[in-house]
């Protein structure tokens, strides 16, 4: 059927599940098709998973429309049903048959096939994914035969040097599938060009650091390779060059698009930028008609949504331009809740084209945006959200106007926020709290963005990270500054913004330079520090929200102190002529600055005087910050310290914590670092972005409505908070049973008295199979008075602080 | 240099003041019950009862009454801090009135005695009370001094930290004793097979134990140091020698800081019983 010249109506390039799907429905409606793939077995990307790995079916709540079974499982499982189904379907399969080329015009494309002869169809879909194409290695020896690209079965290799190299999942679970089994012998080495592996998920870094801490892989960061030589690797490290032995190399550095492939044949790309997709109609048709792109190269890397393209792809190409995507159910039900009750067609319209953020998005990514969003309707005068409630998702405006409460202390001072715009960033961006109240001013639809899906769009598009980058700036400003201003006067400083990322401990201003710039804390937190006779003095503490660097600025002067990041974080930068020209405009505003600088400027020369006379105590008042610091207290939002002068052990916050819950302590009073008896136990800090919630599968971990993280009863208890904590606050463990009540403990040594109790009295007394669930502290949520640690200590060593606080804990006996 | 994000709101009673409770809400407690005894003592002398003062006026029925509430509430300390209720209540500020209130007993009982003493129930129930208040102020004063000491000693261990690493030494130790001659290999035998924390309540408290075979294996050994193998073992000895110490300062300081409660709250049991006997007697009497 593909010789000579025959032609097929359609022809599917690639057999990975999208291609796969298409094909077979292609040949259940009897189209006359062939399936084009390069390699002598199907779906070469799954073929080409780890043995045995277990393979997801997400989304869970998408439906699957194929010809073609799919459910999770393992790899095995999978690629043998399709080769079955394929067989029995009568599928035209074309092995072993590499793709040239592809000319011509709808109705007649020739399909080059390396050492074959070309086929001709009418219909071209592209279904090749981006994993055939992965980033090579470009140093000198990257030819050699033992460099690989993929890893099959970790198993079979024997007593070998291996040295993985990439930073994504896919290297981390190479480079652990090597090194899982000791018998197998193999040193493991993954080489990371950065200092951390950003990229990869928690959980596997974790593995990783586990790996690396019990000595089975050799981690080696920023490290790059320079040369492949037989048996041996030339590394560039941090201090110089250095040889490893080296047997095998696994190269995990992605993949991307083969665009030059796919330009070839007359389709173009949505920008320019180095990960950008083909341009597609809600047909998956490209700008070259009659070509259609579908699966991973259309931007879907999951296999669901791969094989219901592949469904739907065919349906189309068979005239059947009326069916709706797979996910029309859900959106319609999304929709169901909004008034007039327009069609889900009607909405998308209204949505893409109103809200500046999704206006580069095709109809298919909007689709996908809103499958993780919720749409919601709001009368006139409905809240929104309210002024300090907790919350990190992002609102667009689709149809209506908002109103933003500005003045807590009277609400009839609003500011406007108009259709297609946003609204909820800050939360977003800082992981603080609302900053003001926010309701309808007209009847109002609103989607909300799950903080994934609004990071997620950030990410992936460009444009609409640039207008949240400048409203979020444009808002941070005016409410900074007060009142009076206006969108007008900062629109210039918001022009000249640039958002800078800082590591841990960087230095963002130093003592004694003269740049003249200004910044604004967007997330994360900064501390000040004096250098004074050569020591660092601590002189306050910087959380989001915050600005610094004006007084440099406004008098010209040199830099009085030092700023640095506590934690990882990100400041916007401004030039300091601009911020100049804002205060010649709006001398209000000049008078405020200068009023708050005085008061700063009197905390340095107090400083500056004293310096002589300071000794130890200023020494014991910075160190003990900087300790706090280094402790995490800088993502902290609530943290529990222990006095030691004041703690006599008696172990009571942790029978207080036992009992005010089910019967588990969330706190090791005497595990944790200790600084001039200053105790930070093993309690949960609530940091502003926790890292428990970066990877909670049935995303049980919430932040409640003073700010606590909590997990709720939906845990699975599948131990990745746990393992993503990095204060190891988070413990596994199952409910006990009950107690007997304190009296008939006192009276007649019931049960096993207040507080946990031992291992042995929960197991023997409770039932069997209880599962174990993660705990962590949610600062006693719902309970009455408060965490329940510092009302039972009985001599106030135990006190929760926030850190703009805990000042005033280290300056006991300090500068005061 | 900068300014800070406003404060974001009212948080529920989450923040904490960093004040002991000796020192709580600026002595509250301490002035209250200053004013209570200065008030006792002062109509103590301006109350004219004849012929004199005694426990059986009306003037000595109002302190004793006092006395006997004042004594009930303090003993609820026991209770209030094992209840883990919900409620805005502070162990701490409990702490606190139970020190400076029981303090003032010692006014408010001795006054209502009229100080006549005698070998009777009623004597007795005075001196189990003066036995609690001095096993208290005890209390006060080593709660006062010893955390800190503790806290140094801790040096970030936890306990059972400390005693993992005592197994490691011990571990350590067993095989470095290998290459050892009989003589030596017994006295470091000698030295793991020793509960080194056994000794009673002395040694718990004053932390010495005469009996340490590691001591005794350390000066056995000392004239062996030059000898490599030996030199290995004796370093361990000394290490374990420092870490039984660390192990040993905690235990007492743990004790001094316990010790207290096993006279305070025994007695306060038995007091609250010749409490109980002095006052059916005094009625029954009447």
Not at chain 1, 137 to 159: K, S, T, V, W
Not at chain 1, 744 to 763: D, H, I, M, N, V
Not at chain 2, 59 to 69: E, F, H, M, N, S
């Amino acid at each position: 059927m593909t010789s000579g010249q025959d032609r097929v109506q359609v022809a599917i390039v690639g057999s990975g599940p999208a291609g796969l799907s298409a094909a077979a429905h292609a040949a259940h409606l009897g189209m006359s098709h062939v399936l084009i793939e390069k390699t002598d077995h199907l779906s070469d990307t799954i073929f080409k998973y780890q043995k045995g790995k277990h393979v997801m079916a997400t989304p869970s709540n998408l439906v699957l429309r194929s010809d073609l079974d799919f459910d999770a499982g393992s790899r095995e499982e999978i690629l043998g049903i399709w080769d079955r189904q394929i067989a029995e379907g009568k599928v035209n399969v074309r092995y072993n048959a590499e793709v040239t080329a592809i000319t011509g015009d709808k109705g007649a494309y020739v399909i080059e096939v390396k050492g074959g002869a070309p086929i001709h169809a009418e219909n071209v879909v592209l279904a090749i994914g981006t994993q055939g194409n992965p980033n090579l290695l470009r140093i000198p020896g990257a030819e050699m035969p033992h460099i690989q690209y993929q890893l099959d079965d970790p198993g079979e290799y024997f007593d070998e040097h291996i040295t993985v190299i990439g930073s994504g999942d896919a290297g981390i679970e190479n480079a652990l599938g090597l090194a899982a089994d000791p018998a197998q012998r193999n040193t493991v080495t993954i080489l990371n060009r950065r200092n951390s592996f950003a990229r990869a998920k928690g959980a596997n870094v974790k593995l990783l650091e586990e790996a690396e801490a019990d000595g089975r892989i050799s981690v080696r960061r920023e490290t790059s390779p320079q040369e492949v030589r037989p048996g041996e690797l030339v590394l560039d490290t941090r201090d110089g060059e250095e040889v490893i032995r080296c047997d095998r190399i696994i190269a995990r550095t992605g993949s991307k698009p083969p665009r030059d492939f796919v330009e070839a044949i007359g389709v173009q790309f949505a920008s320019e930028e180095r990960d950008a997709f083909p341009q597609l109609t809600p047909t998956f048709e490209t700008t070259k008609n009659g070509v259609h792109v579908i699966g991973a190269l259309a931007g879907y890397p999951l296999i669901k949504h791969c094989m219901n393209q592949g469904y739907d792809v065919i349906e189309f190409l068979n005239g059947n331009t009326d069916l709706k995507p797979a996910d029309q159910p859900i959106l319609e039900e999304k929709f169901a809740k909004l008034p007039d009750r327009y069609p889900v067609e009607h909405w998308l319209d209204v949505i893409g084209s109103n809200v500046a953020i999704f206006r580069e998005l095709s109809p298919l990514q909007l689709r996908e945006l809103l499958l993780d969003s919720t749409v919601e309707a709001f009368a006139p005068g409905e809240a929104v959200f309210i002024r300090n409630e907790p919350g990190s998702s992002m609102f667009a405006i689709a149809q209506g106007s908002v109103a933003v409460e500005v003045n807590p202390n009277d609400p009839s001072v609003t500011v406007p926020i108009e259709e297609g715009s946003i609204f909820g960033e800050v939360g977003l961006i800082s992981g603080r709290r609302r900053g003001a109240t926010i309701r309808a001013a007209e009847p109002l639809v609103v989607v909300e963005l799950s903080r994934n899906a609004a990071l997620k769009l950030i990410a992936t598009v460009p444009s609409a990270g640039r207008v949240v980058n400048q409203i979020s700036i444009e808002r941070q400003l005016l409410q900074m500054f007060g009142s009076g201003l206006t969108r007008e006067d900062v629109a210039a400083l918001v022009q000249q913004a640039e958002v800078v990322d800082v590591r841990a401990g960087q230095k963002v201003i130093e003592e004694g330079a003269e740049d003249r710039d200004i910044y604004v804390i967007r997330r994360g937190s900064m501390i000040v520090e004096k250098d004074i006779g050569g020591k660092p003095v601590f002189l306050s503490y910087l959380p989001a929200g915050s600005y610094f660097g004006e007084m440099a600025v406004i008098d010209g002067s040199k830099r009085t102190a030092t700023v640095k990041a506590a934690i990882k974080s990100e400041v916007v930068r401004f030039p300091g002529e601009a911020f100049n020209a804002l205060l010649d405009a709006k001398p209000r505003l000049r008078e405020k600055a200068l009023e708050e600088m005085a008061g700063r400027r009197e905390v340095t020369a107090f400083v500056e005087a004293r310096k002589d006379s300071f000794g130890s105590a200023a020494d014991m008042y910075s160190e003990t910050a900087q300790f706090l610091v280094d402790n995490g207290i800088g993502e902290a939002t609530d943290v529990l310290l222990i006095d030691e002068t004041l703690c006599v052990g008696c172990d009571n916050c942790e029978k207080a914590c036992a009992d005010s819950h089910e019967g588990l302590s969330r706190l090791d009073r005497e595990a944790g670092r200790t600084y001039a008896h200053l105790h930070v136990p093993t309690s949960c800090r609530h940091c502003e972005h926790p890292h428990c919630m970066a990877d909670c599968p049935p995303n049980a971990i919430k932040r409640g409505p003073d700010g606590e993280v909590f997990i709720d009863d939906t845990c699975i208890g599948c131990g990745n908070c746990q393992r993503n904590c990095p204060y190891g606050v988070i413990r596994m463990d199952a409910v006990p049973p009950e107690k007997p009540g304190l009296l008939s403990w006192l009276l007649f040594g019931k049960g096993p008295g207040p507080g946990e109790a031992s291992y042995s009295w929960r197991k023997e007394h409770s039932g069997e199979g209880q599962a174990k669930l993660a705990i962590k502290c949610d600062m006693c949520l719902g309970i009455d008075g408060g965490p329940a640690c510092v009302r039972a200590c009985p001599t106030g060593a135990a006190i929760r602080v926030a850190p703009e606080k805990f000042l005033s804990v280290t300056r006991e006996g300090g500068l005061d | 240099m900068a300014t800070v994000a406003e404060d974001e709101s009212p948080r529920r009673e989450r923040q904490s003041d960093h004040e002991g409770f000796l020192a709580h809400k600026r002595m509250r407690w301490l002035k209250i019950a200053l004013l209570a005894s200065l008030v006792a003592i002062l109509s103590y002398a301006l109350v004219d009862v004849t012929p004199r003062h005694n426990g059986g006026s009306w003037y000595g029925y109002t302190l004793g009454t006092i006395g006997a509430l004042l004594i009930v509430w303090l003993a609820l300390l026991g209770i209030r801090k094992r209840k883990m209720t919900e409620g805005k209540w502070s162990l701490k500020a409990w702490t606190s009135a139970h020190v400076y209130l029981g303090l003032s007993l010692i006014v408010i009982a001795t006054l209502h005695t009229g100080f006549q003493f005698g070998w009777n129930v009623h004597t007795l129930a005075y001196a189990l009370m003066m036995l609690v208040i001095l096993s208290g102020i005890y209390g006060i004063a080593v709660y006062a001094t010893l955390p800190a000491q503790l806290s140094n000693n801790r040096r970030e261990m936890t306990k059972g930290q400390m005693l993992d690493a005592l197994d490691a030494i011990d571990r350590q130790l067993e095989n470095a004793a290998q290459p050892l001659g009989r003589a030596e290999s017994d006295l470091v035998i000698g030295a793991l097979e020793q509960d080194p924390f056994a000794g009673g309540i002395g040694a718990r408290l004053t932390g010495r134990y005469p009996d340490c075979r590691t001591v005794e294996a350390l000066d056995a050994m000392a004239h062996l140091d030059g000898d490599a193998a030996s030199g290995k073992v004796l370093s361990l000895l000394r290490k374990r020698k420092a870490q039984l110490d660390q192990i040993r300062r905690h235990m007492r300081i743990r004790a001094m800081l316990e010790v207290w409660l096993y006279i305070h709250v025994p007695v306060t049991i038995a007091l609250i019983a010749a409490l109980t006997a002095h006052i059916v007697s005094v009625f029954y009497y009447w």
